[in-house]
């Protein structure tokens, strides 16, 4: 057995990082070279790494940190749990307490007659039990041709197969046979960058009107589900305009297609409201969630269903589910965090404090000539680059580049703000202080100014 602790010095840590450890959306050979940094230790909206860096999170580690790290009471509640009862499943008839209520309090929280809560260890898995649910569904209505999903360009729903194909990341989809059968995208309503001339109510509208075509192209009864972030998020913060979702809602209703909402970002208070989908307007059959759930304290996800789904379901067996499953400590984490959120009332820190805070700083950051526009959503939000911001230019050169340099100016500054090609993601834990977004936006500021050095002593500006 080697011990290996935050005691060893970093290029050890490092140098074993890259021996052994094969990392998620990584050249694992770019890492071996450059070294990982390696975060030791997190408290609030702060990340220690191994050289004792203190680095303000700004995406909330993968959008997920709503409450905040380092919290006792969540623990506590593990601690307990791991004594209690460590581990049983939800099949063959049994349940446990932690997924009983975890499942209660979920569907006290959702809108509608979302009621049901079928567990999974992710937000990927959580997609996958979507996929097979909404055609096991139909079919069991005596309509099994109604199969095919529509989802769109540049969504980000998971990296498992089902999850993957319903995303519509084609750097993914060239590696490992992606998409699966049966799985279609039309163009994503992200105005900023392909919005061209048009306002964004009009180009909003064409957008959700793709889907009617796409819908009579394949035939209504052919047709199970569409599937949607009701603002995407890895695909680089997109907010929709306003007459995207209505018009999607009302194509959805009218070719009787199920709406399944993907609030694994959005769901938990990001938006302002519990669920996006509120924030958007949408009344979806099925809601994907994970993340915030449990603010990343354990990993939890779940597809959140409708009575009459849930109804049709149960009249048979669905031959599906993973040993973790409302795992019970996992289950008991993620009601401490929902207790957290509630108790402490997150949401109304969001929308009197945190998200007023940050809206006003990007405000001010949309000045600085590098920034090109802003998107935001309640405490998710982006910043395109632009070497042009009058005509929502794009950099010459790989898409990427500068958004690249630009967060690699943030962590030096020590910021994390994560890049999807040109644009700066922001996604911090929503219990952060207007003090904190403070820092955030001097560090940002700092960030961006050393970066559009470099571009212009490289002649790129
Ligand atoms: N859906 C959305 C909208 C996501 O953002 C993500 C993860 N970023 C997923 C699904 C997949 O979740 P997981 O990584 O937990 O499998």
């Known amino acids: 057995m080697s011990y290996i602790t935050n005691h060893l010095p970093t290029a050890e840590l490092q140098a074993l990082d890259a021996a052994h ?41 993968l959008w997920c940190v709503n409450i905040g790290y380092g919290r006792q009471e969540m623990a506590d509640v593990a601690a307990r749990q791991m004594l209690e009862l460590n581990y049983y499943n939800t099949f063959f008839m049994t349940s446990h307490v932690p997924a009983i209520a975890l499942a209660t309090e979920i569907a006290k929280l959702a809108p509608g007659d979302l009621n049901h809560v079928f567990f999974a260890g992710s937000g990927s898995e959580a997609n996958d039990t979507n996929i097979r649910m909404v055609r096991t569904y139909w079919a069991m209505k005596d309509k099994p041709e109604k199969s095919h999903i529509i989802s769109r360009k540049n969504a980000y729903h998971g990296s498992s197969m089902g999850s993957g194909s319903l995303g519509g990341m084609t750097y993914m989809h060239e590696q490992g046979g992606m998409p699966i059968p049966g799985i279609h995208h039309i163009n ?21 009107q793709e889907l009617e075509a796409k819908i009579l192209e394949l035939g209504a009864d052919n047709v199970a589900a569409f599937i949607g ?13 306003s007459t995207y979702w209505p018009e999607i809602q009302r194509i ?11 609030e694994v970002i959005c769901g938990f208070g990001r938006t302002g409201n519990w ?10 059959h099925i809601m994907t969630i994970a993340k915030g759930l449990s603010s990343g304290y354990q990993p939890i996800g779940g597809s959140i269903v409708c009575d009459e789904i849930a109804e049709v379901i149960g009249s048979g067996e669905f031959n599906h589910g993973y040993t973790y499953s409302g795992h019970p400590v996992c289950s008991a984490v993620a009601l401490e965090n929902l207790r957290i959120m509630q108790d402490e009332k997150i949401l109304d820190h969001v929308n009197n404090v945190a998200a007023p805070a940050l809206q006003e700083g990007l405000d001010k950051l949309a000045e600085h000539p ?56 922001i996604s911090p834990p929503l219990v952060i202080t207007p003090e ?20 212009k002593d490289e002649n790129l500006f």
């Open 21 to 61: 450890h094969m990392h998620p959306f990584t050249t694992n050979d770019e890492l071996a070279e450059k070294g990982a940094r390696i975060i030791t230790k997190a408290k609030g909206v702060f990340l220690t790494d191994s050289e004792g860096n203190e680095i303000l999170d700004g995406m909330a580690g």
């Open 188 to 208: 994503q309503p992200d105005w900023w960058a392909e919005g061209g001339d048009q306002t964004p109510e009009a180009f909003g509208l064409a957008r959700a």
């Open 229 to 241: 972030e009701p603002v995407q998020g890895a695909g680089g913060v997109i907010v929709p305009p």
């Open 252 to 262: 959805c209703d009218k070719y009787d297609v199920l709406i399944i909402a993907d």
């Open 275 to 284: 669920f996006g989908s509120q924030t958007m307007g949408i009344k979806p």
């Open 370 to 425: 590098l920034v090109g526009g802003v998107n935001v959503s309640g405490m998710m939000a982006s910043l395109p680059l632009s070497p042009r911001k009058e005509t929502r230019s794009k950099f010459a050169g790989a898409a990427g580049t500068v958004g690249y340099m630009c967060r690699e100016r943030c962590f030096a500054n020590n910021l994390v703000m994560r890049h999807v090609g040109d644009r700066m993601i």
């Open 436 to 455: 904190e977004i403070g820092t955030f936006m001097t560090r940002a500021t700092k960030a961006l100014d050393e970066t559009y050095t470099a571009l």
